[in-house]
């Protein structure tokens, strides 16, 4: 079983970070894009938040020895396989991926709207992505 503590850390860390998120929550796309720091704030702060759930992500196989993602995107299909995430989390998990690889190596052409579309709506899955991390270390496998 994984370090229930290296887990948890990390959610506690997602956690934390999302809180941050919701202080900037109310933004419009206006200030969004007329406030660099603002701007860069943001897009940090998920950067952090996808390295994070991409941590847990890799604790996780690593630890029950599972097979060997070739991605950043494949370690959900992993997850999903070995039913420790759901679908849906697993869908979303890759488009996490996506966005982080984006952020990072396509750092010169980031899209405000991306990124202000996922200040916006999608915090909730990385929640959701919380929750079945909290339910695997209460129940193990779905």
């Known amino acids: 079983m994984p370090n229930e503590n290296i887990i948890l850390r990390l959610i506690a860390n997602i956690e934390s970070y999302l809180e941050d998120l919701k202080k900037v929550r109310e933004i419009s796309f206006q200030e969004f894009t007329d406030d660099i720091i603002k701007q860069r704030f943001i897009e940090r702060t998920l950067h952090i938040i996808i390295e994070s759930v991409l941590d847990i992500t890799h604790h996780i196989i690593s630890d029950l020895k599972l097979r060997e993602p070739n991605s950043y995107a494949d370690a959900f299909n992993v997850l999903f396989e070995n039913k420790i995430i759901t679908e849906k989390t697993g869908d979303n998990g890759k488009l996490m991926a996506q966005f982080r690889n984006r952020l990072v190596h396509y750092y010169e052409k980031n899209e405000p709207e991306i ?28």
């Open 115 to 142: 990124i202000f579309e996922i200040l916006k709506k999608h915090q909730i899955d990385f929640m959701i992505f919380i929750n079945e991390m909290k339910e695997f270390i209460n129940f193990g496998v779905k």
